[in-house]
T-cell receptor
Framework: GQNIDQPTEMTATEGAIVQINCTYQ??????LFWYQQHAGEAPTFLSY??LDGLEEKGRFSSFLSRSKGYSYLLLKELQMKDSASYLC??????????WGAGTKLIIKP | NAGVMQNPRHLVRRRGQEARLRCSPM?????VYWYRQLPEEGLKFMVY????????ESGMPKERFSAEFPKEGPSILRIQQVVRGDSAAYFC???????????????FGPGTRLTVT
């Protein structure tokens, strides 16, 4: 079966750094996305990785290791507005998006 | 350039009634996706449509649910004879390209929250 694992909830302090991990087992692989979803709102696109390595975009970076079926999202200089759920999404060989349940990130002052 | 529009934002139906959810994709986008999100859970894919065609409905329940994306007008997700278990947030997303293209970034609408009483 297809499976995406990420922690249910994480807590971090404003100004700090947090790493949200994601492991996956899917039928083939055509890329991995990270989305941010604030409570009661729609998901918004953060990043896309299809090759191994680190993609940096401002305060957010995303890393992929295809051989390990592993990705992480790194958030630096945390702000209160970063409190949200972060969704790990994998596109399988049929180009279907498989969504993780999300990691709820709580930022404390 | 308006984003993805969904209406209504909130819909309350009694058991046995029909729910009709509308989605207008972003201008220039011809690919529409519907997702369902139960409380405290991730998004579940339901159906992928292009104009006048259902491309992938592997996530749609076999009964009571149907979707269309006519040549003119919004995409419609229809749920007949709703039950309490249908209560969820239903998100629509659109993209300019099909899923087989890389970086298929999907733009999401605000969602319709369906409550079945």
């Amino acid at each position: 079966g297809q499976n995406i694992d990420q922690p249910t909830e994480m807590t971090a302090t404003e100004g700090a750094i947090v790493q949200i991990n994601c492991t996956y087992q899917t039928s083939g692989f055509n890329g991995l996305f990270w989305y941010q979803q604030h409570a009661g709102e729609a998901p918004t696109f953060l990043s896309y990785n299809v090759l191994d390595g680190l993609e940096e975009k401002g305060r957010f970076s995303s890393f992929l290791s295809r051989s390990k079926g592993y990705s992480y999202l790194l958030l630096k200089e945390l702000q209160m507005k970063d409190s949200a759920s972060y969704l790990c999404v994998v596109m399988d060989s049929n180009y279907q998006l498989i969504w993780g349940a999300g990691t709820k990130l709580i930022i404390k002052p | 350039n308006a984003g993805v529009m969904q209406n209504p934002r909130h819909l309350v139906r009694r058991r046995g009634q029909e729910a009709r959810l509308r989605c207008s994709p972003m201008k220039g986008h011809s690919h529409v996706y519907w997702y369902r999100q139960l409380p405290e859970e991730g998004l579940k894919f339901m159906v992928y449509l292009q104009k006048e065609n259902i491309i992938d409905e592997s996530g749609m329940p076999k009964e009571r649910f149907s979707a269309e994306f006519p040549k003119e007008g919004p995409s419609i997700l229809r749920i007949q004879q709703v039950v309490r278990g249908d209560s969820a947030a239903y998100f629509c997303a659109s993209s300019p390209f099909g899923q087989e293209f890389e970086v298929n970034e999907q733009y999401f609408g605000p969602g319709t929250r369906l409550t079945v009483t």
